[in-house]
């Protein structure tokens, strides 16, 4: 039970990273990005190419973020003029590419046999008995690190410019912000987290293939989102522990309902995590959280939250 | 020495007490500053085109704005709010030459002009809905540490002291148009006219050099239109340029010290109010038909 329900936090532990990087990219900044599971894979995939090359887990990990920062910049890049239907279509069609690029540039990637063994950082030193719960105390020391950043970068006045830019683009324009720098930023930003989760998913796992990278990725990041309030990285959290308990819970349905087949376990699962999110989006659809907002009796400078 | 929110509704004082260095344009010697600007138009546009498909909104404007409060009225689809849009970067012109300040602009984004010191408001207000009424001004302080990732990481000081002084200066600007008691609300749950004032007060954030109005009395209440008047009449004193369009001639007459009539894309006439609207020619474009 302890195995289970540590391996059931590292998940959440991904999601919430996962969840962080879109809402800095969408729930700041407007960018609606669908190829978020193909950012994951190319995070997954770079730490672990080099980890099987001998470079060490921490180096790796450095190399995924930035290669995956990288990659968003890129693509950000490229999409400049596009804006939410068509950027998601883009970013949606890049994903894809990716998982085909995954699965047939064997000679890199391992093509749909993946890639096994993974080495994992310091299980030398932690040795396999302790690992699982090393790596989830990892993974929230990671995950404290990247939600002080990005709480930092949402309640400066960068944020601010971030929402703006998502409100009105033009309007942002003509009080001299630069649009597409903004929006190559908080692209190259949301990728860096991804390109995290991607090497500790890696990692954990300790193998990888292209199906591990697929929509439904995406698709839970954004529940996480929606649940949790577009824009808040506090309800953020919230909102993927939420997702996970809905979408692990749901596994004992079976045990609820024992006259139920398998299959028909499995579709009513759907339901419900289905029926959970409409309700959400009915009666609270600002989410559980609201985005950060200074103001005029804060005093300035004071951290968000004091 | 001036704090930044006294020096607030004087742009130059304003400029020089946030350190701008702005400007790519030749600063002149004390003293020299009224010569070089008698000189060089605020605002110049020659032969200005913009053309969709075979409409042709704008054709072949040339317009000197050399008057600190410019108004520009004409009829509905003149193209006046075309002329706006091109004249701030918004769209780009099909022909034609933009000068501000002696400089080719044409080619420069929106955010650039803003820097240089020209802005502008939109016809239907286009306040910023999530942020606060507050955050709305300190989005437009130019030049903010904290809108850099370096800096926000690297210069947390510096950061804390621009966001309090920008706090102080967006206090003045608020208060000026009576919105200070609404700063912490949405600025998307203002009436129709104090979203008029937010982006007047917005503008001025930015410490500009020509505001482009464009019917900024479009909604206003009478008690808010007397402080959008005074308010404006208060930043031309101090040497803000203004280029206002506006339906209501009222506000126009009691404003304008210059005024241009458009029609059909290009500009009928221009002088003092009182000559203009004596002009035949104006009323026809107006009314459609001779008096």
């Given at each position: 039970?302890?195995?289970?329900?540590?391996?059931?936090?590292?998940?959440?532990?991904?999601?919430?990273?996962?969840?962080?990087?879109?809402?800095?990219?969408?729930?700041?900044?407007?960018?609606?990005?669908?190829?978020?599971?193909?950012?994951?894979?190319?995070?997954?995939?770079?730490?672990?190419?080099?980890?099987?090359?001998?470079?060490?887990?921490?180096?790796?990990?450095?190399?995924?973020?930035?290669?995956?920062?990288?990659?968003?910049?890129?693509?950000?890049?490229?999409?400049?003029?596009?804006?939410?239907?068509?950027?998601?279509?883009?970013?949606?069609?890049?994903?894809?590419?990716?998982?085909?690029?995954?699965?047939?540039?064997?000679?890199?990637?391992?093509?749909?046999?993946?890639?096994?063994?993974?080495?994992?950082?310091?299980?030398?030193?932690?040795?396999?008995?302790?690992?699982?719960?090393?790596?989830?105390?990892?993974?929230?020391?990671?995950?404290?690190?990247?939600?002080?950043?990005?709480?930092?970068?949402?309640?400066?006045?960068?944020?601010?410019?971030?929402?703006?830019?998502?409100?009105?683009?033009?309007?942002?324009?003509?009080?001299g912000?630069?649009?597409?720098?903004?929006?190559?930023?908080?692209?190259?930003?949301?990728?860096?987290?991804?390109?995290?989760?991607?090497?500790?998913?890696?990692?954990?796992?300790?193998?990888?293939?292209?199906?591990?990278?697929?929509?439904?990725?995406?698709?839970?990041?954004?529940?996480?989102?929606?649940?949790?309030?577009?824009?808040?990285?506090?309800?953020?959290?919230?909102?993927?522990?939420?997702?996970?308990?809905?979408?692990?819970?749901?596994?004992?349905?079976?045990?609820?309902?024992?006259?139920?087949?398998?299959?028909?376990?499995?579709?009513?699962?759907?339901?419900?995590?289905?029926?959970?999110?409409?309700?959400?989006?009915?009666?609270?659809?600002?989410?559980?959280?609201?985005?950060?907002?200074?103001?005029?009796?804060?005093?300035?400078?004071?951290?968000?939250?004091? | 020495?001036r704090?930044?929110?006294?020096t607030?509704?004087d742009p130059v004082a304003f400029r020089a007490a946030e350190g701008d260095s702005r400007d790519e344009l030749p600063v002149p010697a004390p003293g020299a500053a009224s010569r070089a600007r008698s000189n060089v138009p605020l605002l110049e546009?020659?032969?200005?085109?913009?053309?969709?498909?075979?409409?042709?909104?704008?054709?072949?404007?040339?317009?000197?704005?050399?008057?600190?409060?410019?108004?520009?009225?004409?009829?509905?689809?003149?193209?006046?709010?075309?002329?706006?849009?091109?004249?701030?970067?918004?769209?780009?012109?099909?022909?034609?030459?933009?000068r501000f300040r002696g400089r080719a602009i044409?080619?420069l984004?929106?955010?650039r002009l803003a820097a240089l010191g020209l802005?502008?408001?939109?016809?239907?207000?286009?306040?910023?809905?999530?942020?606060?009424?507050?955050?709305?001004?300190?989005?437009?302080?130019p030049h903010?540490?904290?809108?850099?990732?370096?800096?926000?990481?690297?210069?947390?000081?510096?950061?804390?002291?621009?966001?309090?002084?920008?706090?102080?200066?967006?206090?003045?600007?608020?208060?000026?148009?009576?919105?200070?008691?609404?700063?912490?609300?949405?600025?998307?749950?203002?009436?129709?006219?104090?979203?008029?004032?937010?982006?007047?007060?917005?503008?001025?954030?930015l410490a500009p050099r020509l505001?482009?109005?464009?019917?900024?009395?479009?909604?206003?209440?009478?008690?808010?239109?007397?402080?959008?008047?005074?308010?404006?009449?208060?930043?031309?004193?101090d040497g803000v340029g203004?280029?206002?369009?506006?339906?209501?001639?009222?506000?126009?007459?009691?404003?304008?010290?210059?005024?241009?009539?458009?029609?059909?894309?290009?500009?009928?006439?221009?002088?003092?109010?009182?000559?203009?609207?004596?002009?035949?020619?104006?009323?026809?474009?107006?009314?459609?038909?001779?008096?």
């Amino acid at each position: 039970m302890m195995g289970y329900l540590v391996a059931i936090l590292t998940f959440v532990s991904l999601a919430v990273l996962l969840g962080l990087a879109l809402n800095i990219q969408w729930g700041q900044a407007g960018m609606i990005n669908f190829g978020l599971a193909g950012f994951y894979g190319i995070g997954a995939y770079t730490a672990a190419i080099l980890a099987k090359h001998g470079v060490d887990g921490f180096t790796a990990t450095a190399a995924a973020i930035a290669v995956t920062a990288a990659f968003s910049a890129g693509v950000s890049l490229a999409t400049l003029r596009l804006r939410e239907d068509y950027l998601a279509i883009t970013t949606l069609a890049f994903s894809e590419a990716v998982r085909l690029v995954l699965m047939n540039e064997v000679w890199l990637t391992g093509g749909t046999d993946g890639i096994r063994d993974i080495p994992r950082p310091l299980v030398g030193v932690i040795g396999g008995e302790h690992y699982e719960v090393a790596f989830l105390v990892a993974c929230l020391a990671l995950i404290a690190i990247v939600y002080g950043l990005l709480e930092r970068i949402v309640s400066a006045p960068f944020g601010r410019a971030l929402r703006a830019v998502r409100d009105d683009d033009v309007v942002a324009a003509t009080l001299g912000k630069d649009v597409l720098a903004l929006r190559v930023k908080a692209f190259a930003v949301g990728g860096a987290v991804i390109g995290l989760a991607g090497a500790l998913h890696a990692f954990y796992f300790t193998y990888i293939d292209p199906g591990e990278f697929a929509g439904f990725v995406t698709v839970y990041a954004f529940m996480s989102v929606i649940v949790g309030g577009k824009g808040s990285n506090r309800g953020l959290m919230a909102g993927a522990v939420t997702v996970m308990i809905l979408l692990e819970g749901t596994r004992f349905l079976k045990d609820v309902v024992p006259v139920l087949s398998a299959q028909q376990v499995a579709s009513l699962r759907l339901m419900l995590i289905g029926v959970g999110l409409i309700a959400m989006l009915i009666y609270r659809p600002q989410g559980l959280s609201s985005e950060y907002r200074l103001s005029a009796r804060q005093p300035a400078g004071a951290e968000p939250g004091s | 020495m001036r704090s930044v929110a006294n020096t607030m509704w004087d742009p130059v004082a304003f400029r020089a007490a946030e350190g701008d260095s702005r400007d790519e344009l030749p600063v002149p010697a004390p003293g020299a500053a009224s010569r070089a600007r008698s000189n060089v138009p605020l605002l110049e546009t020659r032969n200005l085109a913009k053309r969709y498909g075979g409409l042709e909104a704008v054709a072949g404007v040339d317009l000197v704005l050399s008057h600190p409060i410019t108004g520009l009225i004409g009829p509905n689809g003149a193209g006046k709010t075309t002329l706006l849009n091109i004249v701030s970067g918004v769209e780009r012109a099909s022909a034609g030459e933009v000068r501000f300040r002696g400089r080719a602009i044409g080619a420069l984004p929106p955010h650039r002009l803003a820097a240089l010191g020209l802005v502008r408001t939109f016809q239907i207000s286009r306040e910023l809905n999530s942020l606060t009424v507050l955050e709305n001004l300190l989005l437009a302080r130019p030049h903010q540490a904290g809108e850099s990732l370096f800096g926000l990481f690297a210069r947390p000081g510096r950061v804390r002291r621009e966001e309090a002084a920008a706090i102080e200066t967006a206090r003045a600007a608020l208060q000026r148009v009576n919105l200070w008691r609404l700063a912490d609300a949405p600025a998307g749950s203002l009436s129709g006219g104090q979203k008029k004032l937010l982006e007047l007060a917005r503008a001025v954030m930015l410490a500009p050099r020509l505001i482009l109005l464009d019917e900024p009395a479009a909604g206003v209440a009478p008690a808010m239109e007397e402080i959008l008047i005074d308010t404006i009449r208060g930043l031309a004193a101090d040497g803000v340029g203004f280029l206002i369009i506006e339906h209501d001639l009222e506000i126009i007459a009691a404003l304008c010290d210059h005024v241009c009539v458009m029609a059909a894309g290009q500009i009928l006439t221009e002088g003092s109010f009182a000559e203009v609207t004596a002009d035949a020619r104006v009323v026809e474009a107006y009314l459609g038909l001779k008096p």
